[in-house]
C-alpha cells in the first residue's frame, strides 16, 4: 500500500464524516440484525439496538461491532458522539475498533463503567484472545444516558494511542504500539448495546 503523506506541523485533514442522515450504507456490521438506523428529535443516529450476537469472532474480543468498510488509516484521529443505551451495570461498555485488518488482527478501546484487566483498557488481538496494552487507563468511564464524545487519536510510527472520554484535551488511556502500521476503524460495544452519531477521522489514508 502507497502512504498519501500529512503535511508536516499541520492538522490531519478530514478523509470522512458521517451524521447519519443518509443511512448507514458505507458500514458493515457484523451482525446486521443488531443495527439499525434510529430517528431522534435531534437527527438520525446508528442504533446497535441488539445485545444478543450472530457473530462469533476467531478469539475473545468484542462481538457487536460494525466496520467502515472503505477507509483505511495509518495516523489517523476519530471522534465521535456515543450514548451506552444498556442498563447500568460494571462492565456497561463501548467500543471503538481501530487498525482493524481482520477479524483476528486489530486494536480496540474498552470503554467500560468499573476497571479491570479486561474492562476500560486498551486491547490488541493478534491471532489470540484480547491482550490489554494499555499503559495508563482510569478507574471506570462514567456512564449515564446522555451523549459523550470520544476520541481516539492513533500514530503508527512511534506507536502512540491515546484515548479520550469527553475532555478531548486530556487522554484517559495510552498505550505504546507498532504491531499494526495501518488498519480501518470500527463501532459498537463488547456485548452491550449503544447509539452512534457524528463520526469525523483526520489522518493517513492508505491506498
Known sequence: MLCVPATAN???????HE???QGADRWHPQDPAQWQIKKTENGQVYSQFKKESAFKPPHRAPFNVSLLKDVTLSDMEFTGRVRSTHPD?????AVVVFGYQDPAQFYYVHLGKQADEHANQIFIVNGADRKKISLTSTSGTNWDDNWHSVK???????GTIEIYFDDLQKPVMTANDKTFAYGRIGLGTFDDTADWDDITLRGVIQK
Open 89 to 93: 451495570y460494571g462492565h456497561r461498555d
Open 19 to 21: 451524521d447519519f442522515e
Open 10 to 16: 499541520e492538522k490531519w485533514p478530514i478523509v470522512f
Open 152 to 158: 481516539v487519536l492513533r500514530k503508527p510510527s512511534d
